[in-house]
């Protein structure tokens, strides 16, 4: 823990930072408060990895390979020593991974405190000028695939013609392409951990533009419906692989604010995407809203091309260079397994922190769903052009989110430090989501429910409603996607899919249901039970402020007893191997007992004759 000490004056490594560093006492206090701020790796222990890959670590050995053995210390002096330039590491009791921890906190002449932690300067190897552009170049990559999810909605009633079907229908290909969203981290999480960020990211980008192209040249319906649901697995991959590549180059603290700017690519794209599709449709044909994201598709991947360099500190495919062919496509194959991260969910704090990012995608689809079916009779509009203006509320509400929702969740997590005296707890970052879950956006949505079920007010009142919960949402997704990447280090990948997974899964049980619901409750009631979702997400995320820590504590006893429990099993199974090859060189004359081999007596028993 970052425990504040004695001031010792030192040199700092950012040359922003003139200041003093308050070193840690070494005292047993400190020590019992170790789990506050270690975060624990959990996933490579649930297939319990060989001494030799535990040794060799998978985070960030690349950039802090120059501290030696012995100058690792205990995570109680995990800070700079006054005497020396280097950063101590330290590794984490249960998985023997580099995990970050707080270093000394920094006390500024102007009363300030920029918190700094322990082998920060891995997050300097990138400009910030080059940040700028990657998460720009991210950005827009993640904001392809939500607005195909939506651009369709404003042309449903076309589509349906062309192919002599019906809306529900239509929306079913909808909700085809949300389970492939939903599906697809479980692949490009793993997939950007073993081969890196840039290659997921170029694989992906391609995948997406000649499926994009392939649905804009759909002859029928099945085809429109299997290359339209199969174009999501490549660009859903952009959203996950931003909050990666973030998590690679921002320190904790900044993170927010750049997770803000990247998430208003992927909120705008399924605000926007109807009203472009509402204007395409309204003077050319439905496919040219394919052509023009096919267009987009190719811009996003020159983007990548030439923009997003590797940013992941250690690619866990180096380690499996020694391996031979069949082992090494075997361990591969292991590591991009779905599996690796559907296990996360047992975990109660990123079960509940997925089902809160999920509510959100629920309250979004919820509202824009059935934009065409609801507001344009309410309001007796006949166009898709002007049913498409409606989507533009939370679009708005989503820009003006950017400004303040991400730099928000940094500065509750800058608040919460400095109350706990230099200790960073990922948790503590979830509180700035609580006001916006549980007050401002059911009451949004229950005034836009009724007041267009009871016809009560004119269109500036469901606009309004719509607007904030745009803002709202803004306010919510940093925190929960950065909660991600600090929870486990090194795996923040893996992590994030479990969120997109379940964010994309509840959008795609929106998507198929939402309008056959509002016909037969009303979007009144509707509306209520989507409040009630917000109301009982927040109440799940205020659970995991409060007792968050005390399961990553559980479970770091649990992992740490199941590893001593292998360790010893292995040390039984290796005494016992080489005890019975000992006997096979000495001969059935010796035994073994714990000092070494013994020469047994024999009794011979003469024959009489």
Known sequence: MTRIGSTIPTRQTAPEDHADVRVIPKTTQDSAHISDYVCINVVDHLEFKSDEEAERGWSHDEISSSATSEEQSSPQTAV??????????TISHVSGHDAFEPAAAITASDGNVPYREADDEIFDKVSSRRKVAIVTVLSFGAFLSP???????AATPEVAKTFNSTGSIINLSNAAYMIVMALSPLFWGPMSQVYGRRSAALSSSTIFFLLSLATALAPDLTSFIVFRAASAFGGTA????????I???YRPIKRGAAMGWFLTGTLVGPAFGPFLGGIVVAYSSWRNIFWLQTGLAATGALGVYFVVCETAHHLKINDLKSLSGKKRTLKVLGMISPMRVLRLFRFFNIALVACGSASLTWNMYSLLTPVRYILNPRFKLDSPLLSGLFYLAPGFGYLVGTFGGGHWADMMAKRWI????GV???EDRLRSTLPFMGVI??????????????????IPVPVVAMFVQGVAQLFCFP???TYCLDVMPGHGAEVAATNFFARYLVGCIASAVVLPAVEAVGIGWFSTISAAYLIGSALATMATVRWGKGWRERTQARLEGAKEYESEAKADHDMNTDRSKGAQILGPGFAFDKSGPVQQSRNIVGRET
Request: proline content about 7%.
């Open 80 to 89: 700079r020593d006054p005497t020396q330039d280097t950063i101590n590491r």
């Open 147 to 153: 607005i195909s999810s939506t651009s369709v909605l």
């Open 238 to 245: 952009f959203i996950l692989i931003g909050p990666a590549c």
């Open 247 to 249: 998590g690679d180059i």
């Open 418 to 421: 400095q109350k706990r005296g």
């Open 424 to 426: 960073r707890i990922p």
């Open 441 to 458: 956006m059911p009451g949004s949505m229950l005034v836009y429910g009724w007041t267009v079920d009871r016809e009560v007010g004119g």
């Open 479 to 481: 925190s929960y996607n």
